[in-house]
Every structure is written in C-alpha cells, then in structure tokens.
C-alpha cells in the first residue's frame, strides 16, 4: 500500500493534479502511522492540512487534526498533551461545522487521556460537555461514551458507579452481537469490545478485595470469561445458529464456492510457479478478500439475529464440578494496565489472589526470556548458543505460581488461564529453586533440570472455560489415529501475503521417523506420507478417528486467521492447492480428541486483547476438537520424533489423560542426563515448545491396552498348560488304578 501511494503521488506530481497529491500523501500518513513512523506521518498530515486551509476546505480538516493527534497519543505518555491539544482544536472545527458527533468522538479522546494522566476534573468536563443525542445514531459512540465514563469512575475507586457504566456498555455491545460482518472477521476486532467485561472484572475483583462477598467472586469469574472468550463466544453463536438453520442463501453458497476455488487454483498455481506470484498478486488479494467477504453472507439469517444474549458462561459451581472429575485446579489470570490477579479455583475453593508485578514489567520479563527461543537467525548450529534465562524463568515461578501455591492447596494438574504476554510462555520450564547461573545453553551442564515446574505438576492451557465444557459435549470416536506426515518431497518456495519475499519450506524427513514410531504404537493407526498425505486424505479418511496428527510445515496470517493453515501435498485435482487453509478448517464439524500439530510453531498467531491467541490452534479448537497439541517454536524434527511417539504410548497403550501422557514423555527426556552430540537434552528449547491446548483429558481403565494383551495372553497359556497337565495326570492315575 505504501509503494501504490508513493508511486500515486509522484504521478499526480508529475501531471500537476495537486489534489491527488495530496490526497496520495495524506493516505500515505495513514500508512506511516500504522507503521509507527509518527514525525513523518505528521509532516504529511501538515501538509494536508495547508492544502484544505489553501483550497477553503474546512469541512475536512477536523478529521486530520484528530489524525495527527492519533500519532501523538500512539507515541505515549509524554505526547499526550500534543494530543489533547490537537484533539481539542478538531472539537472546536466539528462543532462550527455543527457536526456534533465529531465533536462528541474527539471530546471522548480528550476525556480518556485526561484519564489516563489522572486529571479526573478534566476528564469528567470533557465528557459533560457530550451530547448523547449525537452519539445514538452510532452504537460504536455511545460504547465508546459509557465506557469512558466506567475508566473514569474506576480510576476513581466508585466501584458502583463503574459498574453501572461498563454495564451499559456491555448491554450495547450485546445488542450488536449478532450482526456479524466483514471487521468482526478480522483479527484485533473484538479488541475494544472486551474493555467492558475487563473494567467489570476489575471491579469485581476489588470490591471482592474489600468485602470477600462471594457474589462478587462469582461475578469476578463471570466477567473474566467473557472479556477472554468475547470473540470466541461470539462467532461460535453465529457458526451454531447457521448450522441449525434449514434457510440457506443459495447465491451467497455459490458465491463462497466460486471464491474458494478460485483461491485454491491461484495458490495451485502460485505453488507450482513461484515466480508468477507478482503477476498474479492483485489477483490473489482480491480473491481472499472475496472469500472472506462472503463468509458473512452465509450466516445472515434471521436465525443468527435472534441469538443475542445467547453466550454461554458457566457459573464457579459448574467449574468445581469439572475440577473435580478432572483432579485439577484452574489458573485464571488477568492483567492490564489498571490490574494484574490470578483466579485460583480447586474443587473445593476459589481464591482471587493480587499478582505484585505490573502489565508492562511482566511483558518485559516474558520476552527476554522467550527471544532467544524464536530467532529468526536460529539453526541447527547457532541452536548450541541458545540462552535460557534461568533467573527470569524462577521469577516467573515466584510471581505467578508461588503466590496460588502459599494460598492453596493444588493438585498435579492445572489448567491454565493465560492472559496478556503469558500467552506463550510454557509454565512447565519455570524453575521452583533459584539457579546457580543466570544463564544456561544447550552446553551447559543442566543441573537446574530437576527444579522445573513439570516435575511437580502437569498444565494444560485453554482460551477460555466454557470451551473446555462446550467440545466435551460431542464424544470422541474410541479408537483410530490418522498421521500425516513429510507431505514435501522437494523444496518449495511460497510467497507470504505479510511481506513480498517467499519462505522455503523443505523436506521434513524425520517426520517420517515420527510417524513410523507412532504407526508401531498402535494396531489402529492409519498413515499418509509425501504424496499421499493430501487434502482429500483428511477430509476422507480423517475425519472418524480418535486423533489426527500433523507432521510438517505451518503458516500464520496476521490480518485473517482465515489464511492461516498447513502444508501438505498436492492431489490431481487442479484446485488442490495443498494448503489446508483455516477457513476450511474451521466450516469442518470436528469430533477430534486429540489435534497433534507437530510443525515449526504451530501455536503462534497474533496475540490480541480479549482473544487471545489467534491461529491454528484455535481453529481446530473452534471446529469442535477437544485438544491440540502444539508448538510455541521451531522444533527439532528429529528430536519431535522421540518425543512424540512416548506421548501416543502413554495416550494410546496405558489409558493416561492426554496432559498426563505428554508431562511424563517430557518427564523421560529430562532423565536422561547424559550428553547427545555434545548437548543436553534437558534444555528448555528441546521439550517445552510442545504444550497441550484445550481439555487435558481423562485417565481411561481400559484394560486391552497391547501390553496387557500380552500379560493376558500368556497367563491364559500357562491356564492351558496347567489345565492340560493336571489333565493328563489325573488320566495316568485312573488308568493305573
């Protein structure tokens, strides 16, 4: 976008259009803002603003001021009386334009960040000077409107207030739910729409601080749901609601049809002719923004419209219950800027406990310690040099962990509840002692292995509660594992839609290993490598089994996790693109058990307020799989290839929960304290990338596990033999009698 608009504007030069000029460089201070480039952004916003004074165009001017005054409040803090500055002169040119509702929208800003600063007197001027009247023809506005006044009465400490005020916001947001559209599909959407529900968990949470009502902790647990599962619960009602629908809007399924296949022919080619993607670039993005535009369509009907206030939010009662068959507890943390807490619910208790750090100390904690472990620049050789912050990952131990553990009696499995920059951290490789070093490599002696947090307990994480309880309600075939596994036989190049340049995906021949082990495993394993691991082989022969499992490359769409998806081979079909697309996945009705995505980072996405992260393991968890299994880095193929198969044997053969049977093959690794290749093992990079996403699962008493059949098999030949024996004897005796 940012080259079109600098190759327009040097056109319009060229060819003296000085309003395109312009115009092309105030789209190009659009561009310059989302890239944080703010001084450059503002210059052309300046220049923008000189033409319309020049050319008598007021009417368009309260709109740029408000944008530079946007790059100034992007900025931070130090900016912010910039910003109010500016945003005060576009109040001012709105309302001689007598446009209220600018001006409304720009006295909300100015009221925010007043708020922010502290200065509550201006912060409640600003938004007394609001007309309501001009904010009901836009439900955005008045959101916006009641929610500032909610900050404003929280920073304030007027819980009751704030209540009433995020209430109002949130009976707003309900009646727009299900007007689902093209914005509520892109990734980020539902971001200031959670703000509601994390000002009323707020509240709750510090009246329940001040009182220990446990009315307040039940409504405490209520909001914290909703505020992390909103998008979630949102599109799953719409997807619901269509699904049992009879009404179906054949234009619009035709339609869909049409720009899947286009799509999926386009990629074909682009898959087959990397060098043809420039040409066929334009045409590709129109396509998928087609595809994604018709999605929509298909779910508007009058059905989907009379969801509202449908979500369904399960109350602490009905979480102790499922703590108490699960042996469990569950983690639910919070943090924002206003507050950081941890809900801690056993079967038998429920603690919100205050978390002594904040949002932004613990977002500089957690990336220092995971840098290192997503480098671009890291190969099989610089893997030797890797740095694992051991002093951070005991840190964390005792900001997060320690605190639930003094107050509460944990059991050895936990659910965890992650929020904010813990979204993809793995508990397990937190250290419960304070290391010797601050830092170890993969070189270094791992003395330290036997301080992780896996050796005392096993953690599964989940988005939200109610997803847990929603998939458990479809049961699982018993039996069945589908791997598909090396779909590559060659190199290929394909182009990511976030930058230009392609990323080479290569051959992945231990993952063949993997899927041979898995195969041994079990007498109920069905495996497709290379050529035959396509598209069709999923939805065909997939889709009755227990689990399936996923052995190869990965890909992640920042804008749409529609376009996020796997790599797998080729079919003849000339739309077989081989890209299992996230689109697709998620129109799938999965019964999965088990999701194992054994692939280079297979649980990264964009990480966004109120959702989470979104990527593959949320499609397949929103398709109706009960867990996935992912990554939250590069692995080593062939060390995944160990690790793995140890998993399946504890899941398949002796009836362990899944969250049990991936904690002991983790478990066997850091046994082994002998050097390989020079390494240890026990390092964090080989073992913790692979964490359990959704329902831990259960331990099963299946006793015609392959092992036990053998016990029994020759308990029941030595029976025989006995029998035989003590037969043949008693015959002898009577004939000799």
Avoid at 448 to 467: I, M, Q
Avoid at 680 to 690: C, G, R, T
Wanted: hydrophobic share 40%; aromatic share 10%.
């Amino acid at each position: 976008a940012r080259k079109m608009c600098v190759e327009a504007r040097a056109l319009a030069q060229r060819r003296s259009y000085l309003r395109h000029y312009h115009r092309a460089g105030a789209l190009l201070a659009d561009i310059l803002t989302q890239e944080k480039k703010f001084e450059a952004a503002r210059r052309l916003y300046d220049d923008y603003l000189n033409y319309l004074t020049e050319s008598g165009n007021y009417f368009e001017r309260h709109g740029y001021l408000a944008k530079k005054a946007d790059t100034y409040k992007d900025e931070g803090a130090p900016y912010y009386d910039e910003a109010v500055a500016l945003y005060q002169r576009a109040s001012q040119e709105a309302a001689k334009a007598k446009l209220e509702y600018y001006q409304s929208w720009y006295l909300i800003e100015i009221a925010d960040l007043e708020t922010k600063r502290g200065r509550w007197e201006q912060a409640q001027q600003a938004l007394a000077e609001i007309s309501t009247n001009a904010l009901r023809t836009s439900e955005e506005g008045l959101i916006r409107y009641k929610l500032s006044w909610g900050e404003l009465a929280q920073k304030n400490g007027k819980w009751e207030h704030a209540i009433a005020a995020y209430r109002e916001a949130a009976a707003i947001i309900d009646t727009t739910r299900p007007q689902l559209n093209l914005d509520h599909l892109r990734i980020g959407y539902f971001r200031d729409r959670v703000r509601a529900a994390q000002g009323l968990a707020e509240c709750f949470y510090n009246r329940y601080q001040a009182r220990q009502v446990a009315a307040d902790r039940d409504s405490l647990f209520y909001y914290m749901e909703m505020a992390r599962g909103r998008s979630f619960h949102d599109l799953n009602e719409g997807q619901d609601a269509a699904a049992e629908s009879e009404a179906v809007d054949s234009t619009s399924a035709a339609d869909y049809s049409r720009a899947c296949a286009e799509l999926q022919m386009l990629q074909r080619q682009i898959r087959m002719a990397p060098a043809e993607y420039e040409k066929l670039r334009s045409r590709l993005e129109a396509t998928r923004y087609s595809l994604i535009y018709q999605r929509p369509q298909l779910g508007a009907l009058p059905q989907i419209r009379r969801q509202k206030n449908s979500a369904k939010i399960y109350t602490l009662a009905t979480v102790q219950d499922f703590l108490r068959q699960a042996q469990a507890a569950l983690l639910h943390y919070h943090l924002s800027e206003d507050a950081a807490f941890v809900l801690v619910v056993t079967p038998n208790e429920a603690r919100a406990l205050p978390l002594h750090l904040t949002q932004a100390q613990l977002a500089t904690i957690c990336d220092s310690l995971m840098s290192p472990f997503h480098a671009e620049s890291l190969n099989a050789a610089s893997v030797e040099r890797l740095q694992f912050r051991a002093d951070l990952a005991h840190r964390l131990y005792e900001l997060l962990i320690k605190p639930a553990e003094v107050a509460v009696a944990l059991p050895k499995q936990l659910i965890v509840v992650p929020d904010g920059a813990l979204l993809n951290v793995p508990f397990e490789m937190f250290l419960t002692s304070p290391p010797a070093r601050v830092v170890y490599t993969p070189k270094d002696s791992a003395a330290y292995a036997k301080d992780f947090l896996l050796h005392r307990y096993s953690l599964v994480y989940s988005p939200t509660f109610g997803l847990l309880k929603k998939n458990l309600r479809t049961p699982s075939p018993t039996r069945g594992v589908f791997v598909l596994a090396n779909p590559l036989a060659q190199s290929i190049a394909l182009p990511e839609h976030a930058r230009a340049r392609a990323r080479v995906w290569t051959p992945l021949p231990f993952t063949e290993l993997e899927a041979e082990r898995i195969e041994t495993m079990n007498d109920h394993v069905t495996k497709r490598t290379r050529e035959q691991a396509t598209k069709s082989a999923f939805f065909n022969e997939g889709s009755q089994q227990r689990a399936i499992h996923f052995a190869t490359h990965a890909f992640v769409d920042s804008t749409f996790d529609a376009f996020s998806g796997l790599v797998l081979a080729m079919g003849a079909d000339s739309t077989d693109d081989g890209l299992l697309m996230g689109y697709e996945i998620a129109e799938r009705k999965l019964s999965y058990d088990l999701v194992s995505l054994s692939a280079c980072e297979t649980g990264l996405g964009n990480l966004v307020e109120g959702e989470g992260t979104l990527g593959l393991p949320r499609l397949f968890l929103r398709a109706g799989a009960k867990s996935v299994l992912m990554t939250l880095w590069q692995v080593d193929d062939r060390f995944a290839a160990e690790l793995v198969p140890q998993l399946y044997d504890g899941y398949l053969n002796h009836g362990l929960a899944k969250v049990e049977a991936l904690a002991d093959a983790k478990r066997a690794i850091l046994q082994k304290s002998a050097m390989t290749n020079g390494i240890y093992n026990q390092h964090p990079f080989y073992w913790a990338a692979f964490t359990l996403y959704g329902d831990p699962g259960q331990q099963t008493t299946n006793i015609f596990t392959p092992n036990r059949i053998l016990v029994l098999a020759a308990l029941a030949f030595v029976l025989l033999a006995l029998f035989i024996f003590f037969r043949l004897r008693s015959r002898n005796a009577l004939s000799y009698a």
